[in-house]
Every structure is written in C-alpha cells, then in structure tokens.
C-alpha cells in the first residue's frame, strides 16, 4: 500500500462545542457563587465600642459550668434514690469530671493516668478529688468511698477549674 504524500490539518471542534464547553463553565461559575452566597453567615449589627465576643466567651464557659454542675447533681440523686451503687456513682463521677476538664481545658484527662495528670501540673482540686475519692472506690477492694463527698469534690474541680 503506497503512502500518500498529502498532509492533512488537525481536526477542529465545531462551534456549538466551544460555545456549550463555555456555557457549561458559566453555570458551575454561577453554581458555586450561589453556594458561597447562601451559606455565608450573616453579619450581625453591633454598636460601635461594644464588646462583640468576650461576653459571648464567657457566656460558653458559664454555660459549660452550668451543664456539668447539672450532671453531677443527677448523678448524686441516683445515688440517694438507690437507683446507682456508690462504686458506679463514683465511676460516673470520676468521668463526669474528666470530661468537664477535657471540654474546658482540652487536657485529654479523660485518658490519662493519674500520675500523668500530676505531671503535667493540674489543678489541685482534680487530683485530690481523684486520689482521696474516685480511685480508692474505683480500684481498691472494700467499701466505696461515699458518692455525696465525691459529688461535693466534684463541684469543686467544676467551680475552681481554671
């Protein structure tokens, strides 16, 4: 088969192609403004000079004060209506406050040892709460330390926490 000596150009798209490639482009353009726009959050109309954030921050730390206060005041009224024993009131306890310092602070107590809490430098009143209520009623054999003086050590760590 003999080769032929004539070149042939590219072939070349049509129009309508580029016309609908460009149509296609503008409608995800249009698209993505519309998501941006809609979700965008709202701007909020303050007086000049009036803190916007600080009261907002200190609402959040009183309102997570407030919830954990709450727990652990449910958590000492199943102990008195005999619905949980003091072993699990003090376990239930133990990780209420565990989880307060992690929300509040970040501090990963809710995994970590006591020694590594007492390395890392906490608050006192987390450490003794730990060590004179929850983990001798955890840990050791015998009778539970009582769950009420738990829960009064548990406010404790909840209002001093810093």
């Known amino acids: 088969m003999p080769a032929s000596d004539d070149l042939y150009p590219p072939a070349q798209y049509g129009w309508g192609w580029i016309l609908l490639a ?7 353009a249009l ?3 519309l998501v941006i726009a809609l979700t965008k959050p709202k701007r909020s ?20 004060r407030t919830d954990y206060l709450g727990r652990i005041q449910q958590i000492e009224d199943a102990y008195r209506s005999r619905n949980m024993d003091p072993h699990t009131a003090n376990l239930e306890l133990s990780r209420t406050v565990r989880a307060f310092v992690n929300e509040y602070s970040g501090l990963e107590a809710p995994v970590l040892s006591l020694d590594d809490l007492e390395h890392r ?21 015998g009778p ?12 404790r760590v909840v209002t001093s926490w810093h």
């Not at 460009?22 to 995800?28: K, N």
């Not at 109309?45 to 730390?61: C, I, Q, R, W």
């Not at 430098?121 to 054999?141: C, E, K, M, N, T």
């Not at 539970?144 to 406010?155: H, K, Q, S, T, Y």
């Open 22 to 28: 460009v149509a296609v482009l503008v409608v995800i």
């Open 45 to 64: 109309l303050t007086v000049a000079g009036a803190p916007a954030s600080a009261p907002l921050f200190v609402d959040v730390l009183g309102a997570l």
């Open 31 to 33: 698209g993505a403004w």
């Open 144 to 155: 539970a330390i009582d769950p009420v003086a738990g829960a009064e050590a548990a406010r």
């Open 121 to 141: 430098g906490v608050h006192p009143a987390l450490i003794d709460a730990l060590r004179r209520h929850y983990y001798p009623s955890i840990f050791q054999r």
